[in-house]
């Protein structure tokens, strides 16, 4: 008796709590990413976080070649620049505490000449120009309707690189603009790659320096213009990550400790969503048997030349060959080659 009304307690105290939160839940997509397949992630630090993701659960995936751009201008002309195989303006080339930067990119993208910075720029157009003619997927992760104008030039940059507040004027994209730029963009996209699926995603990352109310109003802007573009092409789809943080999950136990960011596990299951949405139920099973192998690979016994660690490393070696031809795993066998070195030192 008192078992039954236990259950019965958990039902009811389940359902409660159930009153209390509304879970976004995307449909499946039609169009599937298969396992392996080319993603290209450019963006906010959360496109950063996405694509690493891709990468440690074996996608072929290159992520921000130019760094972290945070609005929808910054993001077109990176990427127009690089589908045109064009340069970056000269006008924009800046120097500042010793490092060599480009007003279009991120302040990582620095060297210590002008030259070796064109140099690797170009290099960098190059290589992302090639990538996304043989993408599969595109995910375009927007941070915030705000940007910066240079006043010396009158160009909008993507990074104020530390240079002097008093240099830019500060000023906001409208749900119109924003739209223009995302259109533009799609367009060059499909121009070299009419196949490519493109997923849209509004970071859930707040920006507090522009005031949750400024920051509210930025995201708002995005959002808007995501939904007109969404209609427009049959190749776009929406994805919630800003509705699974500020929506789905809504506490502050699943920010970082800066309360802006994303913690690790509110990332996790934002993730899983996303392959809940986007990857098959077969390539799901496929990414688990992975994972598995990379915990082992990472995996450290405390004497490496004993038995027991000779036999696991010889189970991984036959688990990991069932991905050949599926995956490239050239680094992982000679990841494994390496160890057989040490047992056998």
Known sequence: MQIAWLFLFLNFFTLFLGMFRTEVTPSPSIQQLSFGQKVF???SCFANSMGQRLKDHKFDTLSNPFGILFNTHAIRQALVT?????????????HHEERHFHYWT?????????????NALTTRVHNTQKYLKEANWVLLTLGTSWVYRYKKTGDLVANCHKVPNNQFEKT???????????????ESLLSINPNC?????????RHIKDT???????KASLLYAVHEIDKQFEAVQYFPSYELLLDDLRDYRFFADDMLHPSNKAEEYIWNKFIQTYVSEQDRALMAEWYKIRQGLQHRPFQIKSNAYDKFITNLSIKLKHFEGIVDISSEL???EQIRIKINE
């Not at 906001?172 to 799609?186: D, F, G, R, T, V």
């Not at 699926?197 to 990352?205: A, E, G, N, R």
């Open 41 to 43: 992630s450019i963006g």
């Open 106 to 118: 991120h302040s990582e993208c620095n060297a210590p000449s002008k030259a070796a910075l064109h």
């Open 212 to 218: 949750l109310v400024l920051n509210n109003v930025s």
């Open 334 to 336: 000679e990841e494994i």
């Open 197 to 205: 699926k493109i997923v849209l995603t509004v970071s859930p990352v």
């Open 172 to 186: 906001l994209l409208s749900p119109e603009q924003n739209q223009q730029e995302l259109h533009a963009l799609i």
């Open 82 to 94: 690089s589908i045109q195989a064009t340069t970056f303006p000269e006008r924009l080339y800046g």
